[in-house]
Nanobody, 124 residues
């Protein structure tokens, strides 16, 4: 089993920054990919960004490319999402997820483990 715990969400003004963290426990992650998804009220869940632990490849949604950066701390089994130049349309609950699948890393259905989510609110 894998447990994922997100943190770092909050309220920020347009143009501000936040760093989300996802701490993983329960299994080693050498073969896992981890990603971030978000869901705004009344909208479907959407892919934000993901990282394959090996070889460290990163993937970003077009909507956040250039504004978000993934990083990781192998020793802590933690994935970070640095978000800059935040916009009101970034407001959503952000979920961390993990998978050992080798399919479409942008597809939430590929992920087996999910965190509880952290709220990000960007005021205009």
């Amino acid at each position: 089993q894998v447990q994922l715990v997100e943190s770092g969400g909050g309220l920020v003004q347009t143009g501000g920054s936040l760093r989300l963290s996802c701490a993983a426990s329960g299994r080693t992650f050498a073969s896992y990919a981890m990603g971030w998804f978000r869901q705004a009220p009344g909208k479907e869940r959407e892919f934000v960004a993901a990282l394959r632990w090996i070889p460290g490849s990163t993937y970003y949604a077009d909507s956040v490319k250039g504004r978000c950066t993934l990083s990781r701390d192998n020793a802590k089994n933690t994935l970070y999402l640095e978000m800059n130049s935040l916009r009101p349309e970034d407001t959503a609950v952000y979920y961390c997820a993990a998978t050992n699948a080798l399919g479409n890393i942008r597809d939430g259905l590929e992920y087996d483990y999910w965190g509880q989510g952290t709220q990000v609110t960007v005021s205009s």
